[in-house]
């Protein structure tokens, strides 16, 4: 219950940061900062509040999962709109997502999501460039747009960002043709 209530948190948060990215300004960029890390926060706990209460259950992965999806691509789809990167990413991030429940539940036919350790990997670091971004917000609001310091910060944080958008971009693709080249692959064991 817990759990969910976590995870239900994290879901309500999809709309005010996406549109926070999509339309900037529309909220103050500390707030963003505080949305993301409260949505990090949640992701963090809602699993581990699943095993402790055993309430754990493979459609309590499948919604928090979703909503991780939903979240971070909400955001990055949101980025693309305003200009501020490709919408390649957010595009890939739906593939890879759409073909991680389609591969564990009818080519697997399991009754859970089937991780792999990239696209676990992906998922974690798909809030980075959000942060990165957001903090680039913060500089360029908080700090006067003379101040060198303030457009320093933000021109890094901002280019860093696009670097690991780029990154996960790659690392995107690869998990997918990953899952897409597994099952064709013998089983060892």
Known sequence: MLANLLTGLRLAL?????????VPGSLSAVALLGLLALAVATDMADGRAARHFG?????????????DFLFVTSALAALAYAGVISALLPALIAVAFT???LDSYLLHRQKSLRMSVLGRWNGVFYFVPLFLFAASFTASSTLSASNELGNTITAITGQLGIGIIWLLTFSTLASIADRALAPRQPSHG
């Open 14 to 22: 999809v709309l005010p940061v996406a549109l926070a990215f999509a």
């Open 99 to 101: 073909q991680y429940v």
């Open 55 to 67: 309430t754990a259950s493979a459609r309590g992965m499948l919604f928090d999962h979703a909503t």
